[in-house]
């Protein structure tokens, strides 16, 4: 996943089970906020909903914006208080998905883990701290 200083989004690149890329994933997102406790780092986002679906091809599709719409009409319970920003963000990365700009140009899509790597058994202390905000 990367994390883009100047965006309220994320892209995610993912493989197919052959190890084969097989995409970009943009989650539309409050700010990052990154935080360091010790040992201890992490980053905290609010999710928007909305999304965009990159193919290797760099053609792109919504996604979930019927779940976008309908938490909207639910104002008190819901995150997202401007809707047209949300839209915005999208709508402004759409030219760079088209011209494979940075990072939909192919970088990291070769990828792979190195296989001596190993996932923690317990995740560590302060996992699970409070979000923080910006």
């Not at 494979?100 to 883990?113: A, K, M, Q």
Request: aromatic content about 18%.
């Amino acid at each position: 996943m990367l994390f883009p200083p100047d965006g309220s989004h994320s892209v995610w690149w993912f493989w197919d089970a052959r190890g084969v890329f097989d995409g970009w994933y943009v989650n539309l997102e409050a700010p990052h906020v990154w935080w360091r406790d010790g040992e201890v780092a992490g980053v905290d986002t609010t999710d928007h909903d909305l999304d965009v679906v990159v193919y290797p091809d760099r053609t792109w599709e919504w996604k979930d914006e019927d779940e976008l719409a309908e938490r909207l009409a639910f104002p008190d319970h819901y995150w997202v208080d401007d809707e047209p920003a949300v839209w915005a963000e999208g709508e402004r990365l759409v030219p760079l998905i088209e011209a494979g700009v940075y990072p939909f140009d192919g970088t990291f899509c070769d990828f792979r883990p190195d296989l001596a790597w190993e996932s923690p058994f317990v995740l560590p202390d302060g996992w699970d701290r409070p979000r923080q905000l910006r």
